[in-house]
């Protein structure tokens, strides 16, 4: 599985960004998927996932300012994200879990400024 992550950028505090994340293959329906972020000197946390079934969990940090959703006709997973703040700035990677196998996207920059 490939995975292809857009939609990062420069935004100002308050605003919206939608993140997308294009996988590859025949199997999309059956993943897992999440977005995890990075901000520097930081370790990678989760932000939110949402499973085959389309089962949404989300960190205490982004609960009812993100939205993670999924169209599986796309192969293609969204994090739509409201109400920014400079510290949601990091660097996120779209992840995968099929089958018990692992797969990363390359990572977006997102940058609030404030």
């Known amino acids: 599985v490939q995975l292809q992550a857009s939609g990062g950028g420069l935004v100002q505090a308050g605003g919206s960004m939608r993140l997308s994340c294009a996988a590859s293959?025949?199997?999309?329906?059956?993943?897992?998927m999440a977005w995890y972020r990075q901000a520097p000197g930081k370790e990678r946390e989760l932000v939110a996932s949402?499973?085959?079934?389309?089962?949404?969990t989300y960190a205490d940090s982004v609960k009812g300012r993100f939205t993670i959703s999924r169209e599986n006709a796309k192969n293609t997973v969204y994090l739509q994200m409201n109400s920014l703040k400079p510290e949601d700035t990091a660097v996120y990677y779209c992840?995968?879990?099929?089958?018990?196998?692992?797969?990363w996207g390359q990572g977006t920059q997102v940058t609030v400024s404030s």
């Open positions: 992840y995968s879990d099929l089958w018990g196998n692992h797969y």
């Open positions: 293959g025949n199997n999309f329906v059956y993943n897992s």
């Open positions: 949402i499973t085959s079934g389309g089962t949404t």
